[in-house]
């Protein structure tokens, strides 16, 4: 019975010299697979680029087999299709780096599975091993769209179905006038303490710009702390002079999460006016650098300001929403400033709208008219 191959795996090939020649040669690692012998261009102490080297031989070596293999489920790996989506449709997402994670993570449970075994039980059993039925969701929306993705491009013969976790009802809370303001008084007042002491180190006044930002424009928070005062390669930015937000960067393809330029209210264009004069490079920073998360300092803040830990930074966006539905604001216009559609927003928002359901509010009193009128012309 012929010896299992051990699977492709590094192997460092010492140092030498050539028999014929006489020329040296330095130990380099390699890469073992079965008969063949692939070299990595790596010496001995480079053993990350050895590692990185064989992760791209492994999927090179899935894209592969996922090109030419069968197309019967049973003899379809998922991590061939994972590769397959990952290196075809996964580069090309707004953040593959996230993408890239979520795949990392689908593989460490489905990675020895086929596409055979995918049911409704295997989903659930996935769902019951995550930290959250909504990241649980979010991976396995991945899955499926590897699997069709694979299906698409004719190599596999069958629909596989992922079943997924139920999705968590929208959020209902967003900001008054009055919690607003004490968010942002909270995170402009704050002193750093060191050693017990206040100081006059101001530490959380981002913060307060962030959330000015958010309130007035409605805009998700990766897009905020991503955005410059002045045009820069692979960012959003807003142009002061103009009163435009760029929100999207040149070149970004548009994604379900749009992200349309808008014309900015003019409380907040002074604000950013007066930060870019002051030398201030992006709309949220910290020591001349963007922000890259602001979640952690947020939730300070939030503490500092006696509210409830359901205020996230995507609340500011509930917010901006249900203040423009409030005020009345013609809803294409406000879903356009949003960059939503406008079924989601009078689905979600439409019943804080002063017109919302009106005609049949005005049916009741046409009715009681109606009947005091009747009751008139009887007496």
């Known amino acids: 019975m012929p010896a299992r191959s051990k699977g492709a795996r590094l192997w460092l090939r010492r140092a030498r010299r050539d028999r014929k020649t006489g020329e040296a040669h330095n130990a380099v690692w390699i890469i073992r697979d079965g008969k063949h012998t692939e070299g990595t261009g790596c010496r001995k102490d480079d053993r990350t680029g050895a590692e990185r080297a064989l992760a791209e031989y492994l999927n090179r070596k899935h894209l592969e087999k996922a090109s030419k293999g069968t197309r019967d489920p049973s003899q379809v790996p998922i991590a061939d299709v994972l590769a397959f989506y990952g290196k075809g449709k996964g ?39 995550r ?76 913060v307060a710009k962030f959330i000015l930002v958010g309130l007035y424009t409605g805009t998700r928070s990766g897009a905020i702390c991503g955005a410059a005062l002045q045009p820069t390669v692979g960012r959003g930015w807003i142009d002061v002079d103009r009163g435009v937000f760029y929100r999207r960067p040149a070149g970004k393809r548009e994604t379900n999460k749009r992200q349309p330029p808008v014309p900015l209210p003019g409380q907040l264009l002074a604000h ?45 966006r509930h917010t901006a929403a249900t203040w423009m539905m409030q005020s009345g604001t013609n809803p294409w216009e406000a879903a356009g400033y949003l960059g939503m559609t406008v079924e989601m927003l009078l689905e979600r928002y439409g019943h804080h709208h002063p017109d919302h359901l009106s005609g049949a509010r005005k049916s009741f009193s046409k009715h009681r008219e109606a009947v005091a009128e009747a009751v008139a012309v009887k007496g």
């Not at 992006?282 to 300070?300: C, D, Q, R, T, Y």
Request: proline share 4%.
């Open 91 to 129: 580069i090309s997402q707004s953040r593959p780096k996230e993408t890239a994670g979520r795949i990392a993570r689908l593989l460490e449970f489905f990675g020895d599975k086929m596409l055979c075994d995918v049911n409704g039980d295997l989903c659930r059993a996935y769902v019951v091993q």
């Open 131 to 206: 930290s959250t039925d909504a990241a649980a969701r979010r991976e396995l929306e991945d899955l499926r769209a590897a699997i069709n993705h694979h299906r698409r491009e004719g190599l596999c013969s069958q629909v596989v179905a992922i079943v997924l976790p139920d999705e968590r009802p929208p959020r209902e809370r967003w900001l008054t006038r009055r919690e607003a303001a004490a968010l942002v008084r909270a995170a402009w007042r704050y002193r750093e303490v060191q050693k017990g002491v206040k100081t006059d180190r101001r530490s959380r006044r981002h």
């Open 272 to 316: 950013l006016r007066r930060w870019k004069r002051r030398g201030q490079r992006f709309a949220v920073e910290w020591n001349g650098k963007s922000v890259k998360a602001i979640e952690k300092s947020f939730a300070h803040v939030v503490v500092d300001a006696g509210l409830g830990p359901d205020v996230t930074p995507h609340v500011l």
